[in-house]
T-cell receptor, first 111, second 111 residues
Framework: GEDVEQSLFLSVREGDSSVINCTYT??????LYWYKQEPGAGLQLLTYIFSNMDMKQDQRLTVLLNKKDKHLSLRIADTQTGDSAIYFC???????????FGKGTRLSVIA | DGGITQSPKYLFRKEGQNVTLSCEQNLNHDAMYWYRQDPGQGLRLIYYSQIVNDFQKGDIAEGYSVSREKKESFPLTVTSAQKNPTAFYLC??????????FGPGTRLTVL
């Protein structure tokens, strides 16, 4: 079945770059997403990438997709304490179908 | 303002009770979803609906029921058959080719 894997924890110093990695198994995945969740809150969409793209940049966020290896990464430049949260990788076959989520990576930013 | 609302924010259930979680959206989205989140886990799909009067079971539908009588509304009932209902419940909606937007969540606790 479909599966999405992420490392569970990442700790970085304020001002450094953070890189969160994700692997997925479904080769028919068309949309790949990064969501952010702060304590007690819902999920906030950070960015997404289509499977026919290699890279997408949006201000401090850079998403890299290696479709051959089914590997997705999210780089956050100049990480701030406000970036501390859980980051979820998710994939779907189309834009109107359920998402399959990883277990989330808890990012801790040390001042 | 367009968005997804969930109510209540916190809900307490006694053993053997059915409870209903509300989810409303004014984004004119066709599809709506219910996910369950447990500590340290990703989100798991309970039910989803891609059109009014139709819905599909997700991976963990046992002990839950839904209805979709209106486009804007997708309530979830947690029945007494759900043996371990304590969790954070997230509702989402999407339109074709667009990302999923999430509500703020309902935290259900069994007393």
């Amino acid at each position: 079945g479909e599966d999405v894997e992420q490392s569970l924890f990442l700790s970085v110093r304020e001002g450094d770059s953070s890189v969160i990695n994700c692997t997925y198994t479904d080769s028919s995945s068309t949309y790949l997403y990064w969501y952010k969740q702060e304590p007690g809150a819902g999920l906030q969409l950070l960015t997404y990438i289509f499977s026919n793209m290699d890279m997408k940049q949006d201000q401090r966020l850079t998403v890299l997709l290696n479709k051959k290896d089914k590997h997705l990464s999210l780089r956050i430049a100049d990480t701030q304490t406000g970036d501390s949260a859980i980051y979820f990788c998710a994939e779907s076959v189309s834009g109107n179908t359920p998402l399959v989520f990883g277990k989330g990576t808890r990012l801790s930013v040390i001042a | 303002d367009g968005g997804i609302t969930q109510s209540p924010k916190y809900l307490f259930r006694k053993e053997g009770q059915n409870v209903t979680l509300s989810c409303e959206q004014n984004l004119n989205h066709d599809a709506m979803y219910w996910y369950r989140q447990d500590p340290g886990q990703g989100l798991r799909l309970i039910y989803y609906s891609q059109i009014v009067n139709d819905f599909q079971k997700g991976d963990i539908a046992e002990g839950y029921s839904v209805s979709r009588e209106k486009k804007e509304s997708f309530p979830l009932t947690v029945t007494s058959a759900q043996k371990n209902p304590t969790a954070f419940y997230l509702c989402a909606s999407s339109a074709p080719l667009y990302e999923q937007f999430f509500g703020p969540g309902t935290r259900l606790t069994v007393l």
